[in-house]
């Protein structure tokens, strides 16, 4: 699992867990499979909003912040990773890369069904 999962799982819920649901039989689940599963929409800044301590970091624009909030580290070695995961192969840790990178994570959790307003993202 990369970072970029990580992330997504801490707001959205586990996947690990979703899949689970999805392969227990029908009974147990009524009805709910692989098949029929949505995804509905994740209120990403209302989730960020309400983890504890969210009020005492700039999660909405500071990747650390961000990272920090959601239980990750975030060492230069781990935001090197999301940066080379979601396309940026020569991460050096610039202030720019930096807010490039927490504007990329906001528009890939809106790409994987997360509600994000547009002052988060491009």
């Not at 949505?38 to 209120?43: P, R």
């Not at 396309?87 to 906001?106: C, F, R």
Request: charged share 35%; hydrophobic share 30%.
């Amino acid at each position: 699992m990369g970072i970029f999962s990580s992330i997504k799982n801490a707001i959205f819920g586990d996947d690990d867990k979703d899949e689970k649901k999805a392969d227990a039989p029908k009974a147990a689940t009524s009805g709910f499979n692989r098949e029929t599963k949505t995804v509905s929409e994740v209120d990403v800044e209302q989730r960020l909003d309400n983890m504890p301590g969210s009020d005492k970091l700039n999660w909405r624009t500071s990747i650390v912040d961000l990272m920090k909030l959601v239980g990750l580290d975030p060492s230069y070695q781990n935001r090197k990773e999301l940066a080379h995961e979601l396309g940026d192969k020569d991460y050096s840790g610039t202030a720019e890369e930096n807010i490039w990178l927490h504007k990329q994570v906001m528009n890939k959790l809106a790409e994987h069904g997360g509600r994000v307003p547009p002052s988060l993202r491009d």
